[in-house]
């Protein structure tokens, strides 16, 4: 199973893996009673508007890592690549969202070969 600090294999006895830092806890029903609030909202929730919204996400991870000094181009361009493919697959499918979304993934790439011709980074593309 894939965790944020490595890959992880539970174990029948319930032992923490080497080097984890919180032992797994039950969830209490209050927690439970939590998610399944959540789960309801996003399934009641318009998907373009979801989807968008990680798609502006992705965004401001390109800007961020755009705008670090000095701009670490690889990272970016994964964010931008990731928007640009969540774009070219569901394009109209995005509704309202499609041309704004559009017109910032153009600032995105326009900032980064901008940036590129700078001089030597990272050497990120997109």
């Not at 893996?17 to 919180?22: D, I, L």
């Not at 998610?35 to 508007?49: G, H, S, Y």
């Not at 989807?51 to 502006?56: D, E, G, I």
């Not at 969540?86 to 109209?92: F, K, N, R, T």
Request: with cysteine.
């Amino acid at each position: 199973m894939w965790t944020p600090d490595g890959e992880y294999e539970p174990h029948q006895s319930g032992d923490a893996p080497a080097g984890a830092q919180e032992e797994y806890a039950e969830p209490t029903a209050d927690q439970l009673h939590e998610a399944q609030r959540i789960a309801d909202e996003l399934r009641a929730a318009d998907p373009a508007v979801v989807v968008a919204n990680h798609c502006y996400g992705f965004f401001e991870l390109a800007a961020v890592h755009l705008s670090s000094q000095p701009p670490n181009l690889s990272a970016a361009a994964m964010a931008i690549d990731a928007l640009a493919g969540i774009l070219d697959q569901l394009g109209e499918r995005l509704g309202q969202y499609r041309q704004e979304l559009s017109d910032a993934l153009g600032q995105l790439r326009l900032a980064f070969i901008q940036l590129s011709s700078i001089g030597p980074q990272d050497g990120g593309s997109a």
